[in-house]
């Protein structure tokens, strides 16, 4: 900008607002009031183009603010004209001193930009914005559901996520509606709809591969031991002379998966028809209802666990990685070795997983270089050690039965600002 600006008194009514950072001008009747009795007092921010038209740079609320008010004339310091890209910087340092941008605003600015074709980890510079923000803002823009989301008040990470997942629409549906009314449990949510994505797209590739080397895909586990239909897995076949089935005498295969990955059970589709024999029988009468329903809730609850497992050490993460340990952290550490010292034991054959609680990496030898660095902090890894050694007590199965080190553990994240939406049954 011209480095000699000139402030002069004009119409309101005759300047021209470009496009603005901000998208809501956030005119309030007080506000109004205090430009009729007392005027514009900080003068707006623009610059005269060559055919004399004069661009609010800064000041767009207060431009607005006087016609409303029906002021005559304003102060305006008109300067030169700025490159494009940096008015919309300078607007965006401008406002956030003043009243804070919202996501959505930062957002629209950082697009703007990067329609001028400035990179990533130019607009990241001049804005005074990690790059991975930008790249993440610039992603939502990119995509017209996630976009909206951020326009109608998502916050950046949600309206990522909503990105994640913009070609599921049920997902985006029950994700929006998380986001307004239970915020806490949208993180949960989404993990476990990746861990489902992440399932469903090992069974389709599963059972692709078994399709096509001609085994029929089984809907039901005929190693269930309610199971009822023709076929039966192959451990439990012989010949009619006796003899063990193998793999080669399977026409058809059951594919799930487990906590461990896909389970596959080689299967024959019609035992009988094939004249073999089977090593014993399912018991007569099938699961009652209530049992039935007591095994859906035992299989979501365990997949729940399995999605806050990853939610919970990502929390973890961002918690080791602060400048300042976490409040009440020292007496953390000692009340663990005070009255859980027993599962320490976990956390020094556990050292790849403290290693990636400390964002390190889990390759072999990651935490010794880690602890070894200079720079490196004794205290955080000891928290990190001890957060360890919960983590590594914790399994699937946890909801049944509570220990009283996972509550505490459980208790004392929730103080430190995580959100725990997984069932307590003991």
């Known amino acids: 900008m011209n480095a000699t600006p000139t402030l002069e008194m004009l119409d309101p009514n005759t300047l021209t607002v470009d496009t ?10 007080e506000f109004v009031a205090s430009i009729k009795e007392h005027g514009v007092l900080v003068p707006v921010v623009a610059h005269r183009t060559e055919d004399g038209t004069v661009h609010v740079l800064m000041g767009q609320r207060r431009t607005f603010g006087a016609i409303e008010a029906g002021a005559a004339t304003i102060p305006v310091l008109v300067g030169a004209t700025p490159e494009e ?6 607007q965006v340092v401008e406002n956030d001193h003043r009243s804070g941008l919202t996501d959505g605003d930062r957002a629209e600015a ?4 990067a329609l001028l074709g400035v990179s990533a980890s130019v607009i990241a510079r001049k804005m005074g914005a990690k790059k991975a923000v930008v790249e993440t803002a610039l992603k939502v823009k990119a995509n017209a559901t996630a976009a909206q989301a951020l326009d109608q008040g998502l916050t950046l990470e949600q309206s990522a996520v909503i990105e994640e997942f913009a070609d599921d629409a049920e997902a985006v549906a029950v994700l929006e509606r998380l986001a307004t009314e239970n915020p806490g449990n949208f993180a949960h949510r989404a993990q476990r709809l990746r861990d489902e994505r992440k399932n469903n797209a090992m069974l389709a590739e599963a059972c692709a591969e078994a399709a096509a080397k001609g085994l029929i895909v089984l809907e039901e586990d005929p190693g269930y031991y309610d199971y009822k239909g023709a076929a039966a897995t192959i451990s439990a076949l012989t010949t009619a002379e006796g003899e063990r089935l193998s793999e080669a005498d399977a026409d058809a295969v059951y594919i799930g998966v487990g906590y461990s990955g896909v389970v ?3 299967a024959v589709a019609d035992w009988k028809a094939r004249g073999l024999r089977k090593d014993g029988k399912a018991p007569a009468g099938g699961m009652t209802d209530e ?4 095994r859906r809730e035992v299989i979501e609850n365990n997949k729940a666990m399995d999605s806050a497992e990853v939610v919970r050490r990502d929390f973890v993460k961002t918690l080791l990685a602060r400048k300042a340990l976490p409040k009440n952290a020292q007496k953390f550490i000692a009340h663990t070795i005070a009255h859980s010292s027993y599962i320490l034991t976990k956390a020094l054959n556990k050292t790849e997983l403290t290693a990636d609680l400390l964002g390190t990496g889990t390759g072999y030898g990651e935490f010794t270089s880690y602890v070894d660095k200079p720079t490196t902090k004794p205290e955080t890894v000891t928290l990190a050690t001890m957060i360890t050694a919960y983590e590594a007590n914790i399994d699937r199965t946890s909801w049944r039965n509570r220990s009283s080190d996972t509550r505490y553990y459980l208790t ?4 430190w600002g995580y959100v725990d939406r997984t069932k307590r049954v003991g």
Request: hydrophobic residues 40%; charged residues 30%.
């Open 20 to 29: 603005n950072v901000r998208k809501e001008t956030g005119l309030t009747k």
């Open 85 to 90: 890209a940096e008015r919309l910087a300078t």
């Open 110 to 113: 950082f697009h703007q930009m």
């Open 264 to 266: 596959t059970r080689f």
């Open 291 to 294: 049992e039935k329903a007591a």
């Open 412 to 415: 004392q994240l929730t103080a």
